[in-house]
């Protein structure tokens, strides 16, 4: 039985996809920390999405050995790749959960998770319109 979903629309755009190919993480899965990621705004404005679709995932997918972490879009020049381990330290959560003004460290909300492969479907906890 073929569990995947299949992706009408993706939020990068080309060049993200060339150098996330340059970097070896095309076979990452990306996720955002949070709904309100910068890349959401810029690829509705760009027209690359219009009805998007949250998916909300399980902690749990996080704690794979493989999954790396990225303080800012990984396939970017000056981000910061690593495991779990350094999570706390190079994450900042003050800014990405609680900040209410958008631009403040505007950069710190494009923090990613990186689960290798797929995500399981016993890992997903919902799914929701977006807004």
Avoid: C
């Avoid at 995947?4 to 920390?33: C, M, P, T, W």
């Avoid at 998007?52 to 981000?79: Q, R, V």
């Avoid at 350094?86 to 958008?102: A, G, N, P, R, V």
């Avoid at 997903?124 to 319109?129: A, D, L, P, R, S």
């Amino acid at each position: 039985m073929n569990k995947k979903i299949e992706v009408s629309r993706y939020g990068a755009n080309y060049s993200s996809h060339v150098q996330d190919f340059k970097k070896g993480l095309h076979k990452y899965v990306h996720l955002s920390f949070i709904k309100d990621h910068p890349m959401y705004h810029t690829a509705k404005s760009d027209g690359r999405i219009t009805d998007p679709i949250w998916i909300e995932i399980d902690l749990s997918a996080m704690s794979n050995e493989n999954t790396l972490f990225s303080n800012m879009l990984a396939n970017t020049h000056n981000a910061d790749i690593f495991n779990a381990e350094y999570l706390k330290e190079k994450i900042d959560f003050e800014t990405i959960l609680y900040e209410k003004d958008f631009y403040i460290r505007k950069e710190a909300r494009k923090a990613e998770i990186m689960v290798l492969n797929e995500i399981s479907i016993d890992n997903i906890k919902g799914i929701h319109n977006g807004y």
